[in-house]
């Protein structure tokens, strides 16, 4: 069986990939393979969060295991996490760089009948050369003389 996805780059300009994978695939493949068609080594670590229908980040996958309660990409298939039409993770990759995206499923089926582990089938926009910025908003600070000049003794 095979599953098919749009991974979106979370920046500016429209970044997308539409994938047609093979559901026995790996986490950790997947990792790879999504770094790779982003033009990325795979070499910086990454991470998948499972997300709500609102993208909101929940429970973490990581790339190894830090303490004995965490979830693993290891040999983890992809369908172990996206069984339904919709059903989406959140990757992110390269911690310093914060290169996050989003990944929802299309479509489950037979798409492709040869021995590819996977085929992308749209690529749309070029990755930016820095990834964006998610630094808090300075103009959000609070203003001095908003404070109420009584003192409590």
């Not at 990581?62 to 996206?82: A, L, Q, V, W």
């Not at 996977?118 to 690529?123: A, F, G, L, Q, T």
Request: charged share 30%.
């Amino acid at each position: 069986m095979q599953l098919k996805f749009r991974i979106i780059l979370n920046v500016k300009e429209d970044v997308l990939r539409d994938i047609i994978i093979d559901s026995s695939t790996s986490l950790i493949e997947f990792s790879n393979i999504i770094s790779t068609e982003f033009g990325f080594d795979s070499s910086e670590i990454s991470t998948f969060h499972k997300t709500d229908d609102n993208w909101e980040q929940l429970d973490e996958i990581k790339i190894f295991k830090i303490d004995d309660k965490d979830e693993i990409m290891d040999n983890i298939p992809i369908s172990n996490f996206f069984i339904l039409k919709n059903d989406k993770l959140i990757f992110i990759y390269d911690f310093l760089n914060y290169w996050t995206f989003f990944i929802e499923l299309h479509e489950v089926g037979d798409f492709i009948n040869d021995d590819s582990k996977y085929v992308v089938i749209n690529s749309v926009g070029e990755v930016p050369k820095e990834a964006p910025s998610n630094i808090f908003n300075v103009s959000d600070k609070i203003n001095e003389t908003d404070f109420d000049d009584n003192q409590i003794d």
